[in-house]
């Protein structure tokens, strides 16, 4: 079946990690779809990674869609317009955006404390991993409202407030999970739905690097730790995001911050290789953790649920003051 046969997809960061694998997955479900990133054959990433767009191109091809390489740097907008200009000339529709872009940015991803952290490229983190998520998503609600229609997907981190990392890695993940639900506010009215993504344990390319295994033998790192039984190849958010695609109904989830593993329960799909991991219903091992991080974690879920149930309450007295 070919649910998005006739759709135009973007994906924003199609280049590796998530974005890699909901372009393939886009793709098998029969999209076009355009994949855009900064590294291209004979320039490489600045992340020090081999991977290209073109090489996901080639994956969405295999897969059964059609697909369109475009070196784009969504950090700068004039690049970014361009980008939208040449998928209403050619296509005259754009039905679904995702946007995947800095996922995976190492300089976001150093651990630390606030009062630790290095500020010294802050600015181009914060550009690279919000802003431009921000200026994209502008310029594709203005096609889509003009069609009525369409699908705006924030690829974000954990399916709660919490995200692991920095304080900029964590301030970014968090946006990103408002910036859906903002937008879902906005866009209600032009049929147009906005939602916030997380994979599980993704076994993304730089996370096989880190565990000294290839997707072929990944259950090796396990050895190491055991949580990674449980992880997910980046194919499997993705088809998350096409399962939302082809839903008729996705309105109805605009807004709301939603997890592979639970729309897999739902939508019933299994990842490439027939497995259907589930990073919700895993018994986590935190035993290779430093307990100060644990009970670090522990005083944060705490005051999460104190901050969440305020918020609740405020929100149902502002709501009930609407007339």
Same mark, same amino acid.
Request: charged share 25%.
């Given at each position: /079946?070919?649910?998005?046969?006739?759709?135009?997809?973007?994906?924003?960061?199609?280049?590796?990690?998530?974005?890699?694998?909901?372009?393939?997955?886009?793709?098998?479900?029969?999209?076009?779809?355009?994949?855009?990133?900064?590294?291209?054959?004979? =320039?490489?990433?600045?992340?020090?990674?081999?991977?290209?767009?073109?090489?996901?191109?080639?994956?969405? =091809?295999?897969?059964?869609?059609?697909?369109?390489?475009?070196?784009?740097?969504?950090?700068?907008?004039?690049?970014?317009?361009?980008?939208?200009?040449?998928?209403?000339?050619? !296509? !005259?529709?754009?039905?679904?955006?995702?946007?995947?872009?800095?996922?995976?940015?190492?300089?976001? !991803?150093?651990?630390?404390?606030?009062?630790?952290?290095?500020?010294?490229?802050?600015?181009?983190?914060?550009?690279?991993?919000?802003?431009?998520?921000?200026?994209?998503?502008?310029?594709?609600?203005?096609?889509?409202?003009?069609?009525?229609?369409?699908?705006?997907?924030? @690829?974000?981190?954990?399916?709660?407030?919490?995200?692991?990392? =920095?304080?900029?890695?964590?301030?970014?993940?968090?946006?990103?999970?408002?910036?859906?639900?903002? @937008?879902?506010?906005?866009?209600?009215?032009?049929?147009?739905?906005?939602?916030?993504?997380?994979?599980?344990?993704?076994?993304?390319?730089? /996370?096989?690097?880190?565990?000294?295994?290839?997707?072929?033998?990944?259950?090796?790192?396990?050895?190491?730790?055991?949580?990674?039984?449980?992880?997910?190849?980046?194919?499997?958010?993705?088809?998350?995001?096409?399962?939302?695609?082809?839903?008729? =109904?996705?309105?109805?989830?605009?807004?709301?911050?939603?997890?592979?593993?639970?729309?897999?329960?739902?939508?019933?799909?299994?990842?490439?290789?027939?497995?259907?991991?589930?990073?919700?219903?895993?018994?986590?091992?935190?035993?290779?953790?430093?307990?100060?991080?644990?009970?670090?974690?522990?005083?944060?879920?705490?005051?999460?649920?104190?901050?969440?149930?305020?918020?609740?309450?405020?929100?149902?007295?502002?709501?009930?003051?609407?007339?």
């Amino acid at each position: /079946m070919r649910p998005l046969e006739g759709r135009v997809a973007l994906v924003a960061g199609a280049t590796r990690g998530a974005g890699r694998g909901v372009a393939r997955a886009l793709g098998e479900a029969g999209a076009t779809v355009y994949c855009t990133g900064r590294s291209v054959r004979g =320039n490489p990433s600045p992340y020090g990674r081999p991977e290209t767009i073109e090489e996901t191109a080639a994956l969405v =091809n295999d897969a059964g869609g059609v697909a369109i390489a475009v070196r784009v740097d969504h950090t700068g907008e004039s690049e970014v317009q361009a980008l939208f200009e040449r998928i209403d000339r050619d !296509h !005259h529709r754009l039905d679904i955006l995702v946007d995947s872009v800095a996922g995976e940015d190492p300089r976001a !991803h150093r651990w630390g404390s606030f009062w630790t952290m290095d500020l010294t490229e802050g600015d181009a983190i914060l550009r690279a991993g919000l802003l431009s998520h921000i200026v994209t998503a502008k310029h594709a609600a203005t096609l889509m409202m003009r069609a009525r229609r369409g699908l705006i997907v924030e @690829m974000t981190e954990s399916d709660i407030l919490l995200a692991g990392g =920095n304080p900029l890695s964590q301030s970014i993940k968090l946006a990103l999970k408002g910036l859906a639900l903002n @937008m879902a506010m906005e866009l209600r009215g032009y049929g147009v739905a906005a939602i916030a993504i997380t994979p599980g344990f993704l076994r993304s390319e730089s /996370m096989l690097a880190r565990f000294g295994v290839t997707e072929s033998n990944w259950r090796d790192a396990g050895k190491k730790d055991r949580n990674f039984l449980e992880s997910e190849s980046p194919f499997f958010v993705g088809r998350a995001v096409a399962a939302l695609a082809a839903d008729p =109904n996705v309105i109805e989830r605009s807004g709301q911050l939603c997890s592979s593993w639970e729309l897999a329960r739902e939508y019933g799909f299994n990842d490439y290789d027939g497995r259907r991991p589930d990073w919700g219903a895993l018994a986590i091992d935190f035993s290779l953790l430093p307990r100060p991080l644990v009970e670090m974690f522990r005083t944060g879920m705490q005051l999460h649920v104190k901050w969440l149930e305020r918020i609740l309450t405020r929100t149902k007295q502002f709501a009930a003051k609407l007339p």
